[in-house]
């Protein structure tokens, strides 16, 4: 059993690229003797440097004194030859992600380190379990996952293979926590838990874009005003880049058979083959000079005429915000049972399309738009049209939406809407890989909210806009498209109908 917390712990990193000097800096600060190993020549002695200037860094801002930074330096050492990690405690390799490439490194390793030596991989995408299955002794090698930049991003997730022993990941999380991070634990699944957890916002605002139902720049707009989102899926991608990002898609899907929530779209291969990647390459979904991305500009409110407005909404709640917007901008109200024939009538559905809400109210799709209001009507508002809403009733329905000074998007007729469609995927995912058992619901929203940056967990996301409405709205999907990717998890259904926390663990 190794003591991750022993004075005069050795840790070998194998690797210095961007990871490899990360975790080298981390393990340091936590006072562990590093040991610095690459194949290229003088990559070790640069690591060193390259590190050590980080820490004075650290020192000149007060982040840390000058004693420490100096004591961390001194605690890497470069090695010459693999042979040289013979003594370790630990080592992690962060070299190129290829199979064969780890299989081979740890083959060698066996034959360097001592028996009781951890062996871990930081492997993004590979499998634990087949790393390990070259070595002689796989039980003692696990995942160790972390993220860039490493100081930065306060997560790693803690693999298990299939052999992984226990004391194997007992040490990582206790060597995790050493470094000042949050260990995850995360059966050796494809993606682990934030690869697998980040799917639906990235294929569901693709598949949004696919259908025509709004263009990127709005895409973006909406999941950034509206839901929270510190940058929108778009964005994302450009910033990440489509060389990187469309082959994790791809990757992703295939590792678990074509699973239907994780299906790539043909418009990010479309746009790889055209040399399209984003910011690297000054032209992705959005324009970038100089590294800095272009703005796309947001299209004017029209001035519709005033008209008398009929409401409906799927919730109360809905129907009385919808009412206070209007009586805000002074608009009539058309009380009737049944909208008069110059009313426009304004509906807030959850989960379904204008279309839909419109005919099974039995009132004029011509006079129809919707609006969603699962994040409330304070932030960016989307209104949405049916095919045959006339223009007249959707400048009016845009001019007492945008009234008050709100931002309003206007996108095309889908069930769900944006916001709806993207939050409910990414709850169901992750209500997912706890019904999978790869993490525990605890793990899975700190991973998420650490490495991805999102606003919430998507378990707590859940829990805050209702788990039944989550429920709801995938229910209107599936039955709107027919799409097996809209199912609900079994256990976002269960937990919804028994009216429980999306948190909570199996009895």
Same mark, same amino acid.
């Given at each position: 059993?190794?003591?991750?917390?022993?004075?005069?712990?050795?840790?070998?990193?194998?690797?210095?690229?961007?990871?490899?000097?990360?975790?080298?800096?981390?393990?340091?600060?936590?006072?562990?003797?590093?040991?610095?190993?690459?194949?290229?020549?003088?990559?070790?002695?640069?690591?060193?440097?390259?590190?050590?200037?980080?820490?004075?860094?650290?020192?000149?801002?007060?982040?840390?004194?000058?004693?420490?930074?100096?004591?961390?330096?001194?605690?890497?050492?470069?090695?010459?030859?693999?042979?040289?990690?013979?003594?370790?405690?630990?080592?992690?390799?962060?070299?190129?992600?290829?199979?064969?490439?780890?299989?081979?490194?740890?083959?060698?390793?066996?034959?360097?380190?001592?028996?009781?030596?951890?062996?871990?991989?930081?492997?993004?995408?590979?499998?634990?379990?087949?790393?390990?299955?070259?070595?002689?002794?796989?039980?003692?090698?696990?995942?160790?996952?972390?993220?860039?930049?490493?100081?930065?991003?306060?997560?790693?997730?803690?693999?298990?293979?299939?052999?992984?022993?226990?004391?194997?990941?007992?040490?990582?999380?206790?060597?995790?926590?050493?470094?000042?991070?949050?260990?995850?634990?995360?059966?050796?699944?494809?993606?682990?838990?934030?690869?697998?957890?980040?799917?639906?916002?990235?294929?569901?605002?693709?598949?949004?874009?696919?259908?025509?139902?709004?263009?990127?720049?709005?895409?973006?707009?909406?999941?950034?005003?509206?839901?929270?989102?510190?940058?929108?899926?778009?964005?994302?991608?450009?910033?990440?880049?489509?060389?990187?990002?469309?082959?994790?898609?791809?990757?992703?899907?295939?590792?678990?058979?074509?699973?239907?929530?994780?299906?790539?779209?043909?418009?990010?291969?479309?746009?790889?083959?055209?040399?399209?990647?984003?910011?690297?390459?000054?032209?992705?979904?959005?324009?970038?000079?100089?590294?800095?991305?272009?703005?796309?500009?947001?299209?004017?409110?029209?001035?519709?005429?005033?008209?008398?407005?009929?409401?409906?909404?799927?919730?109360?709640?809905?129907?009385?915000?919808?009412?206070?917007?209007?009586?805000?901008?002074?608009?009539?109200?058309?009380?009737?049972?049944?909208? !008069? &024939? @110059?009313?426009?009538?304004?509906?807030?559905? %959850? *989960?379904?399309?204008?279309?839909?809400?419109? /005919? +099974?109210? #039995?009132?004029?799709?011509?006079?129809?738009?919707?609006?969603?209001?699962?994040?409330?009507?304070?932030?960016?508002?989307?209104?949405?049209?049916?095919?045959?809403?006339?223009?007249?009733?959707?400048?009016?329905?845009?001019?007492?939406?945008?009234?008050?000074?709100?931002?309003?998007?206007?996108?095309?007729?889908?069930?769900?809407?944006?916001?709806?469609?993207?939050?409910?995927?990414?709850?169901?995912?992750?209500?997912?890989?706890?019904?999978?058992?790869?993490? !525990? &619901? @605890?793990?899975?929203?700190?991973?998420?909210? %650490? *490495?991805?940056?999102?606003?919430?967990?998507? /378990? +707590?996301? #859940?829990?805050?806009?209702?788990?039944?409405?989550?429920?709801?709205?995938?229910?209107?999907?599936?039955?709107?498209?027919?799409?097996?990717?809209?199912?609900?998890?079994?256990?976002?259904?269960?937990?919804?109908?028994?009216?429980?926390?999306?948190?909570?663990?199996?009895?």
């Amino acid at each position: 059993m190794l003591d991750a917390n022993q004075p005069g712990l050795v840790l070998g990193v194998v690797g210095t690229g961007t990871m490899g000097r990360g975790i080298a800096q981390l393990a340091a600060q936590a006072g562990v003797t590093v040991r610095l190993f690459d194949a290229r020549p003088q990559a070790a002695e640069e690591a060193r440097a390259n590190v050590g200037a980080m820490l004075d860094s650290l020192a000149a801002k007060g982040r840390i004194s000058v004693e420490e930074a100096r004591a961390a330096t001194l605690g890497l050492h470069p090695l010459r030859t693999e042979a040289e990690l013979a003594g370790c405690h630990v080592v992690v390799e962060a070299i190129v992600e290829e199979l064969q490439a780890k299989r081979a490194l740890f083959t060698r390793l066996e034959e360097i380190v001592g028996p009781d030596c951890l062996l871990a991989t930081n492997t993004s995408s590979l499998s634990v379990t087949a790393i390990a299955a070259a070595c002689e002794r796989p039980g003692r090698v696990g995942g160790f996952h972390f993220f860039n930049p490493v100081p930065l991003m306060k997560v790693v997730e803690v693999i298990d293979g299939a052999r992984t022993e226990p004391w194997v990941s007992a040490a990582l999380v206790a060597l995790a926590k050493r470094m000042g991070h949050r260990p995850v634990r995360a059966a050796d699944t494809p993606g682990f838990i934030v690869n697998h957890a980040g799917r639906g916002f990235g294929t569901e605002a693709l598949r949004i874009l696919q259908e025509g139902i709004a263009s990127f720049d709005e895409v973006d707009r909406i999941l950034r005003e509206a839901a929270g989102f510190r940058m929108g899926p778009f964005e994302l991608l450009d910033l990440t880049g489509l060389d990187v990002s469309h082959p994790v898609m791809e990757s992703v899907y295939e590792q678990f058979y074509q699973e239907p929530r994780f299906r790539p779209s043909y418009l990010l291969r479309q746009r790889l083959a055209a040399g399209l990647l984003g910011r690297k390459s000054g032209q992705g979904f959005y324009s970038h000079e100089g590294g800095k991305q272009q703005s796309v500009p947001v299209p004017a409110v029209p001035q519709g005429a005033r008209r008398p407005v009929w409401l409906d909404a799927d919730e109360p709640a809905w129907r009385d915000a919808l009412r206070n917007v209007v009586t805000a901008a002074s608009w009539t109200w058309d009380e009737g049972p049944r909208p !008069s &024939p @110059e009313s426009l009538c304004l509906v807030a559905p %959850l *989960g379904r399309d204008a279309t839909t809400t419109a /005919l +099974a109210l #039995g009132v004029n799709p011509e006079r129809t738009v919707a609006v969603d209001l699962l994040f409330g009507p304070e932030r960016r508002r989307t209104a949405m049209t049916t095919p045959v809403t006339r223009p007249a009733f959707l400048e009016s329905a845009l001019a007492l939406l945008a009234a008050d000074g709100t931002a309003v998007s206007r996108i095309h007729d889908s069930p769900g809407f944006v916001a709806q469609r993207v939050l409910a995927t990414i709850v169901n995912i992750a209500c997912d890989i706890a019904q999978q058992r790869i993490a !525990s &619901p @605890e793990d899975i929203d700190a991973a998420v909210t %650490l *490495g991805l940056g999102y606003p919430r967990g998507p /378990l +707590a996301w #859940g829990d805050a806009l209702g788990p039944g409405r989550v429920l709801k709205a995938l229910e209107a999907l599936h039955t709107a498209t027919g799409d097996p990717r809209y199912r609900a998890s079994p256990w976002l259904s269960r937990r919804a109908r028994l009216g429980v926390s999306l948190l909570t663990p199996e009895g």
